[in-house]
């Protein structure tokens, strides 16, 4: 009931291209979903995060979709570049607090 | 730069032994979480603090402990290591439990030999 699984696992884009990277949770009392990047050497750092009342949430080059019928949220990075070459976690949590984690996605953006 | 602060940032020991990870939270945040992200476990949640009492338990194992202390810095201990506890270890913090988002310090890579 606790887990959050992700998908996939590395991904390989070329510059200019959209990175899609997908989630899914079992636990219908998680109530904040957010996106960490993490680069080699540094901890977590927020990305953007939605809650389940909207269904949609854009920063920038960056989208989070959430489907709440179906369990389901996932990171879109339009425009992808170089520098987004990091790894991606997806997490949720209930009423704030500590966050489940997805695990991981390993993004690569060729030139 | 997230304002949360942890020493040291590598750390090299032999198995048996004891260490302790030191963490700072941001500013004005009365909240402290510690995860450990191996390879093989993801970003796994071991415990909570809220201005000094714990709040939350994950997946912490007895020979690790915790506290944090009146002035909100938190310190992890971690005892009788072994080869599978090398890892990364990160702390968090946030102004309330309810709040979110957690800030990330830089964490401590702990390597046991």
């Known amino acids: 009931q606790q887990q959050v699984k992700q998908s996939p696992q590395s991904l390989i884009v070329q510059k200019g291209g959209i990175s899609i990277i997908n989630c899914a949770y079992e636990?219908?009392?998680?109530?904040?979903f957010p996106w960490y990047q993490q680069f080699p050497g540094k901890g977590p750092a927020l990305l953007i995060a939605?809650?389940?009342?909207?269904s949609e949430k854009k920063e920038g080059r960056f989208t989070i979709s959430f489907n709440k019928s179906a369990k389901q949220f996932s990171l879109h990075i339009m425009d992808s570049q170089p520098g987004d070459s990091a790894t991606y976690f997806c997490?949720?949590?209930?009423?704030?607090?500590?966050?489940?984690f997805g695990q991981g996605t390993i993004l690569t953006v060729h030139p | 730069d997230s304002g949360v602060t942890q020493t040291p940032k590598h750390l090299i020991t032999a198995t048996g032994q004891r260490v302790t990870l030191r963490c700072s939270p941001r500013?004005?945040?009365?909240?402290v979480y510690w995860y450990q992200q191996s390879l093989d476990q993801g970003l796994q949640f071991l415990i909570q603090?809220?201005?000094?009492?714990?709040?939350a338990k994950g997946n912490i194992l007895e020979r690790f402990s915790a506290q944090q202390f009146p002035d909100l810095h938190s310190e992890l201990n971690l005892s009788s290591l072994e080869l599978g506890d090398s890892a990364l270890y990160f702390c968090?913090?946030?102004?309330?439990?309810?709040?979110?988002?957690?800030?990330f310090g830089n964490g401590t890579r702990l390597t046991v030999t």
């Open positions: 968090a913090s946030s102004p309330r439990p309810e709040d979110s988002p957690l800030h």
């Open positions: 636990n219908t009392a998680f109530d904040y």
């Open positions: 939605i809650r389940p009342d909207v």
């Open positions: 997490a949720a949590s209930m009423l704030g607090g500590k966050l489940t």
């Open positions: 500013s004005g945040d009365l909240s």
């Open positions: 603090y809220y201005n000094g009492e714990e709040r």
